[in-house]
């Protein structure tokens, strides 16, 4: 067999009690929102390899993801430093949970190649001796989404695998040296099927991802810092991981995403109208409570904890790159690359970065996005008034040129849409 390439690589809210505060409890909220969806995660992390050197971050990126996606409400199967064996034995329990499921994730930190277009996880015992150690050693990415792909709705991959691999130099010596050899996985063709898919590698096709100086690579920190952010779908999710891992390696290191999602997939959804309060309002007070009696109104129960919920969410807004004011003509620094030294004017000019709704063909929505919006100066301003008088409000909807736009369309605003 001749080796053409081979690469390295609710009913909720009746059980919460009295005087609960829904945007307080966020993390709640979105377990509630998620109670009525399955969501099962397979999350695999491969550090300590017997035949090559430690990889330092694989089984931190794990460990987290899984800390991460049961806060999410997946229903985790996890494996850290298997085996060959180990790995089939996993991919076999979640083969059988996932069936059915609303949501099907699959994480994996570790060394990957592959072999003539084929993508190949491998186990902490994989030697690759010669050619015939593929099928017995590694595990087919292909194999895997076919197991998460069984009557399943939405299905999510994210592959931290495209690290230096000496373990595909030794596969290719044994090849005799008359294949190419490169660094990264191969494109996945997506299928059709329920409402998508979402595949990102955590470095463009053939090319070479990094381990990073800290606890996680590059690519599983920026994942953790923005999978399951409040009322961001997955798609801008991932346009903010991509933005990272391009500054945190300098431009060396572009993260891939491969989606065909025909749904807006929020993990994270909170009710930003929702109010800040729920339960009896006709409880009666404790005997005895003067402040209860004669208070209440002017100080109802749980509005601190509301104000820190708000606060909490307004935490989550990003950051521009600068704190210069924001003017209609004058190049903004976003803190986005894919806007920067742009101005509003020139944005609203240009074409949206993905569909304004998922699944569209390209033909539908590329087009300027002021024909799409019928975008003058003053209707602008009125849009960008919102973000003022509701600042949250940026985080309710994705936009197709960021949300970092909308936060430097609510900071023209501030300044009298100059």
Wanted: charged share 20%; net charge negative; with cysteine.
């Amino acid at each position: 067999m001749r080796l053409d390439m081979i690469a390295s690589c609710g009913n909720f809210m009746r059980g919460i009690g009295l005087a609960v505060l829904a945007l307080a409890l966020t993390m709640t909220i979105t377990m509630t929102a998620a109670s009525a969806e399955r969501r099962i995660a397979l999350v695999l992390g491969n550090s300590h390899y017997r035949n090559a050197p430690v990889l330092p971050n694989p089984v931190n990126d794990a460990q987290a993801m899984s800390d991460r996606l049961k806060g999410l409400g997946f229903e985790i199967v996890s494996g850290l430093d298997l085996t060959k064996a180990q790995t089939q034995e996993k991919i076999a329990q979640f083969a059988r949970q996932v069936r059915g499921a609303d949501i099907a994730l699959f994480f994996y930190a570790g060394h990957g190649l592959q072999v003539s277009g084929r993508n190949y996880l491998l186990p902490v015992d994989a030697a690759l001796e010669d050619e015939t150690s593929l099928d017995f050693e590694a595990v087919q990415v292909d194999f895997i989404l076919r197991q998460m792909s069984r009557e399943t709705s939405i299905r999510l991959v994210f592959l931290d695998a495209c690290r230096d691999n000496p373990l595909a130099d030794v596969l290719a010596k044994e090849t005799g040296g008359d294949s190419t050899a490169s660094s990264g996985l191969a494109e996945i063709p997506i299928e059709n099927g329920g409402a998508g898919t979402l595949v990102a590698f955590a470095a463009s096709p053939n090319q070479l991802a990094y381990d990073g100086p800290g606890e996680h690579s590059p690519f599983s920190a920026a994942l953790l810092a923005h999978i399951g952010e409040v009322n961001v779908s997955i798609t801008e999710a991932m346009n903010r991981v991509t933005s990272d891992v391009f500054k945190a390696t300098a431009g060396r290191q572009r993260p891939w995403i491969n989606v065909s999602l025909t749904t807006d997939v929020v993990l994270h959804k909170v009710d930003l109208k929702a109010p800040l309060i729920v339960g009896d309002s006709g409880a009666a007070a404790p005997e005895g409570d003067t402040q209860a009696r004669t208070g209440a109104a002017a100080n109802p129960p749980g509005a601190d904890a509301g104000e820190q919920a708000l606060e909490q969410l307004r935490e989550e807004i990003p950051k521009l790159g600068s704190d210069a004011p924001v003017l209609f003509d004058v190049p903004v620094n976003f803190g986005d690359p894919a806007i920067d030294g742009k101005s509003i004017a020139q944005l609203i000019q240009g074409k949206p970065h993905f569909s304004p709704v998922e699944g569209l063909e390209k033909s539908v929505w590329d087009n300027q996005c002021s024909n799409c919006h019928q975008w003058t100066e003053e209707r602008l301003c009125d849009q960008a008034k919102t973000y003022v008088t509701n600042d949250v409000s940026v985080l309710r909807l994705q936009h197709p040129l960021g949300t970092r736009f909308k936060v430097a369309l609510g900071k023209w605003a501030q300044n009298g849409c100059k």
